[in-house]
């Protein structure tokens, strides 16, 4: 048995989680963890046996009875920890075994050290038990510490988080919800891949900043063994200087003995920024210095990255996520991700390192008892300040609650003022005010009473290690083993090591929120787009523009057919019109020519090219778009045109408008003319004024395929009829393809597809349809009905005339049914 082995499986084996998993389930990641975990327990019990029965049985060696105690303790534990392992996975609960390294850590830490000796006894080789004992034991809580870290990193999220992250990463795909989620040093790895820079002189930056910060670890080690030697010096001339034997008094100059010791102190602190700061340091400020640019250059690069990752993503990703929450989501995973890279790198591993470095030193040039001392003392005083700002963390927000809750009362008392006088309720609305008060303090009591707990138990700690450590001290002073400056080293590492630990709770916070809001950009990153260019698609060769439908189905989700077998032919250069009930599959044939979707069954072709084999760019290069529900950028008109053709000039934005019967309005209305800013979502416009902006966005991009989405459903009677003959001039030679519910206003089409509950009743033309007498004509006859009964023709026509006399940045009043 070797002591490699018994140490690497011994740290393997502090943490055992067993996962729900069905007795007959096929084996996953999770069953061949949980296997491998009761296998290393069961390994480790095993190793102990042995061990214990060659301490019985070889008599002679030189060790003390309590070591075969600690080995029966030992083996009970692991025992005990195999044996509740196998019973929770029998029994299918969530067990984590995390606190059985701690009653081990201790026992265990002197096992591997009693191990360690025995063979560099048996090899002859020098055993330097107390440096040994005092790096084993560090090692030992070093892992524990480590395995608490990740085990407290991947607890649940806040209640508010955990909805946020229900309400956004819900699966798009049933395998995607199948995810689990990543663990804190897989996170981690991730995060510096997208944070390391992408040039050569960001990346000489960083390692500078690497340079810098093993630099200020060495000068924060050598600023208080400069102390020690200052006092040690002061000690020395102290004694030569006034003698208490017969010894004459001797005399020192300042530049012999002091100069060398003190200006070092004085040259090293002004590097390191002085004992216990390590903050205002020249040092520390030239690594901000360089590590500007690096922040920015990962910033940019992930948010550039994850904005066209998301503008990538299909319509279904969005249709399914609130675009505000997404924002939400993008905002914080990329200041999280390089906010936690900035705490790690820069505050949380130079300080663990500090205390390594620190306690090393201190356990090979002074006292190994020293270094354990110190080592115990700052490795308790992390976790304790851990967990108890965590613990504080829930009278805090519950405090947070309370106090909303004691201001909505106060505000909701006030907002009623009348209502409380004329029901006499003052003196009901003062108890409740009262008694919102006395919930809202006994919770800021224990919040200020756990604080003030925190505080005892911080300096109850860094107390016991520093009487114990002086202890120590002064016993090696009394015996000549060790100074004055040993001491005051001692004490000075101690203060400069446990001040930083002070913001860990801080820190803890921080890193377990920036790891879920990692989390969450990640996986919105893992998001896979359903409608994605097939390898080797070639561009889009378009000639006349035909677009055949040939037995097209598709369903939104499985088991809602939404069109079913649908099938027809348009003529390139002709138009052809959808009409039909609302519901019946208009749009979402838009939907599919325009490649958001792939149809479940069937094919769509342009020019006999099947849309599944050519890029989406190319295909919707070729194609304009006029939705019924018109969304502006909140940018100026002449922007919003020029949207549909970024290089045009601005004679053709004004000629679009122009044909599409925007322009005078826009100079007439508008004091800023075509600078004026819409506002968000173009709400400063009208509902007609958008329209005939998208309308003159399409004519300017003049593409070969043009598809109408209810493109006139918020246009008067007077500019519907100037945008169809601005229409009659845009069709030309041009494949249109119109969605409409005013069958007025596709009578000239010359393919007229009739849908109901997805399927295509009835195509031709206007008169034939009509003479037919089906459900065209009943469409006709109703709309014509409903024409007739309504006053000035249609009560859209006069909601749409009253709403171009308003005042700019009045919203328009809800349109009217549709008409004819």
């Known amino acids: 048995m070797a002591p490699g082995k018994t140490s690497s499986i011994g740290a393997q084996s502090y943490r055992i989680q067993t996962v729900v998993k069905r007795r007959h389930a096929p084996l996953s990641t999770s069953t061949l963890k949980e296997l491998a975990s009761s296998c290393a327990y069961g390994l480790v019990a095993f190793l102990h046996v042995c061990w214990l029965l060659y301490l019985v049985i070889a008599p002679s060696a030189d060790f003390a009875p309590f070591e075969v105690a ?64 005092a790096i084993v034991c560090m090692l030992q809580l070093s892992l524990l510490l480590a395995a608490a870290a990740n085990d407290s990193f991947r607890k649940a999220p806040q209640e508010e988080e955990d909805l946020l992250k229900q309400a956004l990463l819900q699966p798009v795909d049933p395998e995607a919800g199948k995810k689990k989620s990543r663990s804190w040093p897989s996170l981690l790895l991730t995060a510096i891949v997208y944070v390391w820079p992408d040039t050569p002189g960001l990346q000489f930056r960083a390692i500078l900043c690497i340079f810098i910060i093993a630099a200020m670890r060495l000068l924060n080690l050598a600023v208080p063994i400069l102390y020690k030697h200052v006092v040690d010096t002061m000690a020395n001339v102290s004694a030569r200087t006034h003698p208490t034997g017969p010894e004459p008094p001797q005399t020192f100059k300042f530049m012999q003995v002091f100069a060398p010791w003190v200006l070092s102190y004085i040259v090293i602190s002004f590097f390191q920024g002085g004992p216990g700061t390590a903050s205002s ?45 997404v924002m939400r989501v993008m905002d914080r995973g990329t200041y999280s991700i390089q906010s936690i890279l900035s705490t790690v790198i820069f505050s949380i591993a130079p300080q663990m390192l500090d205390i390594l470095l620190a306690c090393v030193y201190i356990a090979s040039v002074l006292e190994p008892w020293i270094a354990i001392i110190m080592f115990v003392t700052l490795a308790s005083y992390l976790p304790l300040t851990i967990y108890l700002t965590e613990w504080r963390t829930r009278f805090r927000r519950d405090m947070n609650k309370l106090d909303n809750a004691k201001d909505a009362r106060a505000t909701d008392a006030l907002l009623n003022y009348e209502t409380v006088k004329y029901f006499s309720n003052d003196e009901l609305e003062r108890r409740q005010f009262e008694g919102a008060i006395s919930a809202y303090q ?5 919040a200020l009473a756990s604080l003030n707990i925190l505080n005892v138990i911080q300096s109850s700690v860094i107390f016991v290690g520093v009487i114990s450590g002086l202890v120590v001290c002064t016993n090696g002073v009394a015996k000549g083993k060790l100074t004055v400056g040993d001491a005051v080293l001692f004490i000075t590492l101690m203060q400069q090591l446990y001040a930083p630990l002070n913001y860990f709770g801080t820190y803890y916070r921080t890193i377990q ?52 077998d649908v099938s027809f032919r348009v003529p390139g250069g002709s138009s052809v ?77 004004f000629a679009a408008a122009q044909a599409a019967a925007i322009h005078t309005n826009i100079m007439e209305r508008f004091p800023q003319q075509y600078e004026t800013v819409v506002g968000e979502r173009g709400l400063r416009l009208s509902g007609g004024e958008k329209q005939r902006v998208a309308f003159a966005r399409a004519i300017l991009k003049n593409p ?117």
Not at 442 to 446: I, L, P, R
Not at 636 to 653: F, Q, W
Not at 710 to 728: G, K, M
Not at 747 to 767: A, F, W, Y
Request: with cysteine; glycine share 6%; net charge neutral.
């Open 513 to 564: 929120r920036y790891m879920i809001d990692m989390e969450n950009m990640f996986d919105i990153l893992a998001v896979a787009p359903e409608i994605q260019d097939k390898p080797g698609a070639v561009k889009l060769q378009m000639d006349n523009g035909e677009i055949e439908f040939s037995r097209v189905s598709f369903e939104y989700s499985p088991g809602t057919p939404v069109l079913q």
């Open 70 to 133: 600690f080995e029966v303790v030992l083996l009970i534990i692991w025992l005990a920890a195999l044996g509740i392992c196998q019973f929770a996975r029998r029994k299918q609960v969530t067990l984590r075994l995390l606190w059985l390294a701690w009653p081990a850590l201790l026992l265990y830490s002197w096992l591997t050290y009693t191990a360690v000796n025995m063979y560099l006894h048996g090899w002859g080789l020098p055993s330097h038990q107390a440096l040994g004992k």
């Open 577 to 653: 019109a959808l009409v039909g009930a609302t519901g019946s599959g208009k749009s979402t044939c838009l939907r599919l020519l325009f490649r958001f979707y792939d149809p479940t069954a069937g094919c769509i072709r342009i020019d006999g090219q099947d849309l599944r084999e050519v890029t989406q760019k190319s295909l919707r290069t070729g194609m304009a778009v006029v939705p019924q529900d018109t969304v502006l950028f909140n940018d100026t008109i002449l922007t919003n045109i020029r949207y549909g053709r970024p290089e045009a000039s601005d004679s053709e934005v």
């Open 281 to 325: 340091g020249l040092m520390n400020n030239a690594r901000q210095y360089l590590w500007i640019p690096i922040t920015q250059n990962a910033y940019r690069r992930i948010s550039i990255e994850l904005f066209q990752h998301v503008l990538n993503l299909d319509l279904k990703f969005h249709l399914m996520r609130k675009t505000g929450e």
């Open 704 to 820: 070969r395929i043009l598809l109408l989405d209810e493109a006139t459903s918020s246009l008067d009677t007077l500019t519907e009829r100037r945008i169809q003959d601005a229409l009659h001039g845009l069709k030309a030679d041009r494949t249109s393809f119109i969605v409409a519910h005013r069958l007025s206003t596709i009578m000239d089409s010359e393919l007229i597809v009739v849908m109901h509950e997805g399927r295509v009743m009835e195509t031709g033309q206007h008169p034939e349809l009509i003479q037919k007498g089906g459900l065209y004509a009943q469409m006709w006859s109703r709309q014509a009905e409903d024409a007739a009964s309504t006053p000035f023709g249609s009560a859209q026509s006069l909601a749409d005339t009253a709403d171009n006399a308003k005042a700019d940045g009045q919203k328009q009043e809800k349109p009217g049914h549709d008409r004819p």
């Open 442 to 446: 006994g919770v800021e009591y224990k």
